[in-house]
């Protein structure tokens, strides 16, 4: 297949060298008059201009190429570039030999308009030190990528130039896609022996995990001998009564009223904090008599506060997996609270911010079936919470290396409220009855800038199992060492406030991605921070964390598309073409929190809306001109709060006690798949081709309109364009504030691949099992 051609020349943005002998070389001529641009005073031939003629079809014409461009997977050659020279020569001496009633016939029409020259190529140097001209198009600018990948680069084109050119990691890639071909909304259900099951990271070596967890183990066991008294974790137990005023009580302590089950049938249940139930494939309570027969797919609890940051143990066990939750009281972020007479609140009437918990929660798998681990029918149990007077944790995140070897849960880094990032020991949890409270007075290393004034830390992520990354108020970010505990470097990365940051860990650990709060998302190489430096040229403003994950099997970045304009679209950024980023998944409003899988490439989006969608990123970026992709809605939370006069009406909960009612919550699931596009960029174009189209055959005539038959029985006009007004008109609708969801996390370990928790701004955690056989 032929490619499109452009008028004039073909459109390069690529540097193409010419090999000239050194007798070919003709000198650089510097004209004496320099106040004119010779590119801009040439004039097409006849000395006519058709400006007002061929404005509207150099515009259809630019929009269908532009089209053609991002779908297109053939690369120009050289043979085609010589047969396009020999027809244009052809061309200019077939004129001299044609009869002279053709010679009158093209001299008396309009003479085509000429493209400039350089417009949309970059001139080729003649040598080394020649400086090439700048770019006349005025389509690009110093802020659009113009490197050796192009925009419409497709399937095998793409692939060879992100994995390649080594055959084996372009294997790699190749066989990864068609691996999960046949599953394009949900992950498969399979374990890595299957071949279509999840896989383990096939950019590392086979021995890299258990190398990493003997490496762990002995740092660890170098630790605990070593390190000196104030080293040493310290906590105590402390009683109930102490411990729960600590903990988010849920404004009152009120139950939460949920309505589950098909969106025709729903039940209403009661949670309260801290209490859990499991349920079924239809959405219903396992225990409930419409749900008999039907298995486990979840579990769903409260955890009395806004969840602001969950986490995955990493863990080698097969029986039980391990969650760890930071929440805040709802309090914290309500508005200002005001007297009854106007004033507002007093300093000693405000929550205590000093104070913060995490809560860990422990999931029993059913191991009776073969192959990955399903969920059991045993609700969650709340095993500790860890209380502390650091402030409200902000972030949390676990060492990626499991320690079950060293006897220990893992390592878990938490960003506090005062500013600083703590890295906490979690022992093995003991099973009791009821849950027991811990008070930390020490950490094992607390991390932060202390010789300057005024910076915070902002954000973490782990770089290995003694490596953790943090970045600062100051837009710097900064390399630390757990133990000992001290800097290894720091790096002004950004000028403002650095609100996300993640490792490319296992791969790729010292490729850090960082997001400001305004400027330009960054990638810098820790191991070589002075040279490779790069970011994406189109600054944007960000606000919510959240937003940045690593997709291990495609090796690149997660994030929301760096746009000067607000959008809802998830992008792609390859670590190798950062500066490019590729849309893989759009949603219906502003997008809250995103997670990549470990094992495999399934994107989930949380929105603002309360609705989680997924979709397989890997089918997305090598999707084929003509090929429809699919995401599905895996579930839409909605929550509505209960007046202050009206929060008198109770709920008998556990025990015959009558506790308040805070709000009430509704889940709806079993949603279809729907096309996984833009419909502000897929739709509209497609739209404006057809309405060019039927503009250009109607000619003026009266046009034939597609009508619908009314309520009355009379046929009415139907715009073409109404349906993407009202797609792009939920994206401004202002919803609940407790209604978003506010974190994804997908479970790292390869046993529980599929098992992903999503948490709700009303403090619900629905812990679901989204694989698909």
Same mark, same amino acid.
């Given at each position: 297949?032929?490619?499109?051609?452009?008028?004039?020349?073909?459109?390069?943005?690529?540097?193409?060298?010419?090999?000239?002998?050194?007798?070919?070389?003709?000198?650089?001529?510097?004209?004496?008059?320099?106040?004119?641009?010779?590119?801009?005073?040439?004039?097409?031939?006849?000395?006519?201009?058709?400006?007002?003629?061929?404005?509207?079809?150099?515009? +259809? =014409? !630019? $929009? &269908?190429?532009? %089209? *053609? @461009?991002?779908?297109?997977?053939?690369?120009? #050659?050289?043979?085609? +570039? =010589? !047969? $396009? &020279?020999?027809? %244009? *020569? @052809?061309?200019?001496?077939?004129?001299?030999? #044609?009869?002279?009633?053709?010679?009158?016939?093209?001299?008396?029409?309009?003479?085509?308009?000429?493209?400039?020259?350089?417009?949309?190529?970059?001139?080729?140097?003649?040598?080394?030190?020649?400086?090439?001209?700048?770019?006349?198009?005025?389509?690009?600018?110093?802020?659009?990528?113009?490197?050796?990948?192009?925009?419409?680069?497709?399937?095998?084109?793409?692939?060879?130039?992100?994995?390649?050119?080594?055959?084996?990691?372009?294997?790699?890639?190749?066989?990864?896609?068609?691996?999960?071909?046949?599953?394009?909304?949900?992950?498969?259900?399979?374990?890595?022996?299957?071949?279509?099951?999840?896989?383990?990271?096939?950019?590392?070596?086979?021995?890299?995990?258990?190398?990493?967890?003997?490496?762990?183990?002995?740092?660890?066991?170098?630790?605990?001998?070593?390190?000196?008294?104030?080293?040493?974790?310290?906590?105590?137990?402390?009683?109930?009564?102490?411990?729960?005023?600590?903990?988010?009580?849920?404004?009152?302590?009120?139950?939460?009223?949920?309505?589950?089950?098909?969106?025709?049938?729903?039940?209403?249940?009661?949670?309260?904090?801290?209490?859990?139930?499991?349920?079924?494939?239809?959405?219903?309570?396992?225990?409930?008599?419409?749900?008999?027969?039907?298995?486990?797919?979840?579990?769903?609890?409260?955890?009395?506060?806004?969840?602001?940051?969950?986490?995955?143990?990493?863990?080698?066990?097969?029986?039980?997996?391990?969650?760890?939750?930071?929440?805040?009281?709802?309090?914290?972020?309500?508005?200002?609270?005001?007297?009854?007479?106007?004033?507002?609140?007093?300093?000693?009437?405000?929550?205590?911010?000093?104070?913060?918990?995490?809560?860990?929660?422990?999931?029993?798998?059913?191991?009776?079936?073969?192959?990955?681990?399903?969920?059991?029918?045993?609700?969650?149990?709340?095993?500790?919470?860890?209380?502390?007077?650091?402030?409200?944790?902000?972030?949390?995140?676990?060492?990626?290396?499991?320690?079950?070897?060293?006897?220990?849960?893992?390592?878990?880094?938490?960003?506090?409220?005062?500013?600083?990032?703590?890295?906490?020991?979690?022992?093995?949890?003991?099973?009791?009855?009821?849950?027991?409270?811990?008070?930390?007075?020490?950490?094992?290393?607390?991390?932060?800038?202390?010789?300057?004034?005024?910076?915070?830390?902002?954000?973490?992520?782990?770089?290995?199992?003694?490596?953790?990354?943090?970045?600062?108020?100051?837009?710097?970010?900064?390399?630390?060492?757990?133990?000992?505990?001290?800097?290894?470097?720091?790096?002004?990365?950004?000028?403002?406030?650095?609100?996300?940051?993640?490792?490319?860990?296992?791969?790729?650990?010292?490729?850090?991605?960082?997001?400001?709060?305004?400027?330009?998302?960054?990638?810098?190489?820790?191991?070589?921070?002075?040279?490779?430096?790069?970011?994406?040229?189109?600054?944007?403003?960000?606000?919510?964390?959240?937003?940045?994950?690593?997709?291990?099997?495609?090796?690149?970045?997660?994030?929301?598309?760096?746009?000067?304009?607000?959008?809802?679209?998830?992008?792609?950024?390859?670590?190798?073409?950062?500066?490019?980023?590729?849309?893989?998944?759009?949603?219906?409003?502003?997008?809250?929190?995103?997670?990549?899988?470990?094992?495999?490439?399934?994107?989930?989006?949380?929105?603002?809306?309360?609705?989680?969608?997924?979709?397989?990123?890997?089918?997305?970026?090598?999707?084929?001109?003509?090929?429809?992709?699919?995401?599905?809605?895996?579930?839409?939370?909605?929550?509505?709060?209960?007046?202050?006069?009206?929060?008198?009406?109770?709920?008998?909960?556990?025990?015959?006690?009558?506790?308040?009612?805070?709000?009430?919550?509704?889940?709806?699931?079993?949603?279809?798949?729907?096309?996984?596009?833009?419909?502000?960029?897929?739709?509209?174009?497609?739209?404006?081709?057809?309405?060019?189209?039927?503009?250009?055959?109607?000619?003026?005539?009266?046009?034939?309109?597609?009508?619908?038959?009314?309520?009355?029985?009379?046929?009415?006009?139907?715009?073409?364009?109404?349906?993407?007004?009202?797609?792009?008109?939920?994206?401004?609708?202002?919803?609940?504030?407790?209604?978003?969801?506010?974190?994804?996390?997908?479970?790292?370990?390869?046993?529980?691949?599929?098992?992903?928790?999503?948490?709700?701004?009303?403090?619900?955690?629905?812990?679901?099992?989204?694989?698909?056989?």
């Amino acid at each position: 297949m032929r490619l499109r051609k452009a008028r004039g020349i073909r459109k390069s943005y690529v540097e193409q060298p010419v090999a000239l002998d050194d007798d070919d070389e003709e000198p650089i001529v510097v004209p004496d008059d320099q106040s004119g641009d010779d590119d801009f005073d040439a004039q097409p031939e006849g000395g006519q201009s058709n400006h007002g003629d061929d404005d509207d079809d150099d515009e +259809e =014409e !630019d $929009d &269908d190429e532009d %089209n *053609d @461009e991002k779908d297109e997977d053939v690369v120009p #050659s050289s043979e085609d +570039e =010589e !047969d $396009d &020279d020999a027809e %244009n *020569d @052809e061309a200019a001496t077939g004129g001299k030999a #044609s009869a002279g009633g053709a010679a009158a016939a093209t001299t008396s029409t309009k003479p085509k308009k000429q493209r400039n020259a350089g417009v949309g190529m970059i001139q080729s140097r003649k040598n080394f030190h020649d400086i090439p001209h700048y770019p006349l198009e005025t389509r690009i600018v110093t802020r659009v990528y113009a490197g050796p990948l192009r925009r419409y680069a497709r399937y095998s084109a793409l692939r060879d130039s992100m994995y390649g050119p080594e055959y084996q990691r372009i294997k790699i890639i190749w066989d990864l896609e068609k691996r999960w071909q046949d599953f394009s909304v949900l992950p498969p259900k399979f374990p890595p022996a299957s071949p279509k099951g999840v896989v383990p990271s096939p950019w590392v070596p086979l021995t890299f995990e258990r190398d990493q967890e003997r490496a762990a183990f002995y740092w660890y066991d170098e630790y605990q001998v070593n390190a000196s008294d104030s080293e040493i974790q310290q906590s105590r137990e402390i009683p109930a009564e102490r411990g729960e005023r600590l903990v988010p009580q849920a404004g009152c302590g009120g139950d939460l009223a949920v309505l589950v089950g098909p969106w025709d049938a729903q039940k209403e249940v009661r949670i309260s904090p801290g209490s859990s139930l499991s349920i079924s494939m239809s959405g219903l309570p396992v225990d409930d008599p419409d749900a008999k027969g039907e298995e486990s797919a979840g579990w769903m609890f409260d955890v009395g506060g806004i969840p602001l940051a969950m986490g995955w143990a990493p863990s080698t066990r097969k029986d039980a997996q391990l969650l760890a939750v930071a929440s805040i009281p709802f309090s914290d972020q309500e508005l200002a609270a005001r007297r009854e007479d106007g004033r507002p609140t007093a300093a000693s009437e405000k929550p205590n911010l000093s104070a913060g918990s995490i809560q860990f929660w422990e999931f029993d798998a059913d191991r009776r079936n073969p192959g990955l681990a399903s969920t059991s029918a045993n609700p969650p149990r709340l095993l500790v919470t860890r209380c502390f007077d650091w402030g409200r944790p902000k972030r949390l995140q676990w060492c990626p290396v499991p320690l079950d070897a060293a006897s220990t849960c893992g390592l878990l880094a938490v960003l506090c409220g005062d500013g600083r990032a703590r890295v906490l020991d979690v022992n093995k949890i003991k099973d009791s009855e009821p849950t027991y409270y811990e008070w930390m007075k020490s950490a094992v290393v607390t991390l932060g800038i202390s010789s300057d004034y005024d910076v915070d830390v902002t954000c973490l992520a782990w770089v290995n199992v003694n490596r953790i990354v943090l970045g600062h108020s100051d837009g710097s970010i900064t390399l630390w060492s757990v133990y000992p505990g001290k800097m290894l470097q720091r790096l002004g990365v950004h000028t403002t406030y650095v609100i996300d940051i993640c490792s490319g860990y296992p791969s790729n650990p010292y490729l850090v991605a960082s997001i400001p709060v305004g400027g330009c998302a960054t990638l810098t190489d820790l191991s070589q921070p002075s040279s490779e430096f790069t970011y994406f040229p189109v600054p944007a403003i960000s606000f919510q964390p959240n937003m940045l994950c690593w997709n291990e099997p495609m090796q690149g970045f997660m994030a929301l598309y760096p746009s000067s304009t607000p959008n809802t679209t998830v992008a792609f950024l390859h670590h190798r073409y950062f500066c490019q980023a590729r849309s893989m998944c759009t949603g219906p409003n502003t997008v809250t929190c995103i997670s990549a899988g470990a094992s495999h490439p399934f994107l989930l989006m949380g929105c603002l809306d309360g609705s989680v969608y997924s979709c397989n990123a890997l089918q997305k970026l090598f999707k084929q001109k003509g090929e429809p992709l699919r995401k599905i809605k895996v579930f839409e939370h909605e929550y509505r709060p209960v007046v202050d006069s009206k929060r008198s009406s109770a709920s008998t909960g556990s025990g015959g006690v009558v506790r308040p009612i805070r709000g009430a919550a509704r889940i709806l699931q079993s949603f279809l798949p729907e096309l996984n596009d833009d419909p502000r960029t897929e739709k509209r174009k497609e739209l404006d081709r057809k309405r060019k189209s039927a503009a250009k055959k109607k000619k003026g005539g009266p046009g034939r309109k597609k009508k619908n038959a009314g309520a009355d029985g009379e046929e009415e006009e139907k715009d073409p364009l109404a349906e993407l007004d009202d797609k792009l008109a939920s994206r401004v609708i202002t919803h609940e504030p407790l209604t978003r969801v506010t974190t994804i996390e997908w479970n790292p370990n390869l046993q529980f691949s599929c098992w992903v928790a999503c948490s709700m701004g009303s403090g619900l955690v629905k812990v679901m099992d989204l694989g698909v056989k």
